[in-house]
């Protein structure tokens, strides 16, 4: 979403990113800042990172449509004159322009202009309001899917569970499945040239299957609106977002870190729980939308729209059990 390497950044970090920016950029604006005339304000200006306690963004529980909303203004007015209100009108201001500025790079395929299908907006009570529209989650997973590595680190082969029980054997179990299910669907479309597989893939030398024709997926409708609208695939979408940031919020440095975020067998069993919000969002959508069935009647864009939020649902369980959790992960049912 920015003009420069964010590879592997989820969507509030990317938020949270500009956040950041804009609020160091706007304290050097010595003749427009209304933060830098405030000689109360003084958060520490050596050594500002893109951190939660810094600069709070946290999504809203509504899992469709995605949106974040930042305290921030709240923080800020502690140590101002100014009400929370018009320091968040104003960092609103300053967050639009900085979007104008951080336009896609001709260097970095595929790029995504910040600015493109996300609405910035100061509430009545004080907080800063971050909704991404379709176009915008869109334009994040063909981000995302272009990055897929081909060849992942190994992780640690050593479980990070606790002593396994008969539920938890269980629970492992399910999430197994789901993730070998998606890979059969998607070799299913390969056959029937609904989409066509890397040669990696077919070939079992990556573990993170990759759709090669189309080269984007037509996740839009000519109105910017997903193909895949029905509510059981909105649902998917929101959990597909719910891991990319918990796979970071965490405190995994990026979305290919081969590290536990949360430590020990606790958060192990926190993925766990994430992971399997996934697997039954997924699960639903299934149950509605079968590929040779009513799904293969919807037009050619929306089928293959629908194949990649299982392409994504197969990278992300693959993330959750194997690169984090050192869980097997089969390919075939």
Not at 151 to 161: A, I, M, Q, T, Y
Request: aromatic residues 10%.
């Amino acid at each position: 979403m920015f003009n420069c390497n964010t590879l592997h950044l989820s969507p509030q970090q990317l938020l949270r990113t500009l956040l950041q920016r804009t609020i160091n950029t706007t304290k050097n604006f010595t003749d427009k800042n209304f933060l830098a005339q405030d000689q109360k304000f003084s958060p520490q200006d050596q050594g500002f990172v893109a951190q939660d306690e810094l600069f709070p963004i946290k999504r809203t529980r509504s899992v469709y449509p995605i949106r974040y909303i930042s305290p921030i203004a709240h923080r800020l007015a502690a140590n101002s004159t100014r009400p929370a209100f018009e320091i968040a009108a104003g960092l609103v201001t300053q967050l639009l322009y900085q979007c104008q500025l951080l336009k896609p790079s001709s260097d970095l395929s595929p790029s995504i202009d910040i600015g493109q299908g996300l609405t910035i907006q100061a509430t009545s009570q004080g907080y800063i309001q971050f909704d991404l529209s379709d176009e915008a989650i869109a334009n994040y997973f063909n981000y995302l899917l272009h990055f897929l590595p081909n060849n992942p680190e190994p992780s640690d082969s050593s479980s990070k569970l606790p002593c396994p029980t008969a539920a938890l054997y269980h629970r492992i179990f399910l999430l197994q499945h789901t993730h070998a299910r998606c890979c059969s669907l998607l070799r299913l479309a390969h056959e029937h040239h609904f989409i066509q597989l890397s040669s990696a893939t077919l070939e079992n030398q990556s573990s993170y299957w990759q759709i090669v024709d189309p080269t984007v997926l037509p996740w839009l409708t000519a109105a910017l609106q997903f193909q895949t609208n029905h509510a059981t695939e909105l649902h998917l979408i929101g959990q597909i977002v719910t891991v990319l940031d918990a796979l970071t919020d965490w405190g995994g440095d990026s979305l290919s870190s081969s590290t536990l975020p949360a430590s020990g067998a606790k958060g192990a069993m926190t993925l766990l729980t994430v992971a399997e919000g996934l697997s039954q969002a997924f699960h639903e959508s299934h149950r509605y939308w079968q590929l040779m069935g009513n799904l293969r009647t919807q037009g050619r864009d929306r089928l293959q729209a629908h194949l990649g939020l299982i392409l994504i649902t197969q990278w992300l369980l693959y993330q959750l059990l194997h690169d984090q959790l050192a869980i097997e992960v089969p390919f075939q049912l």
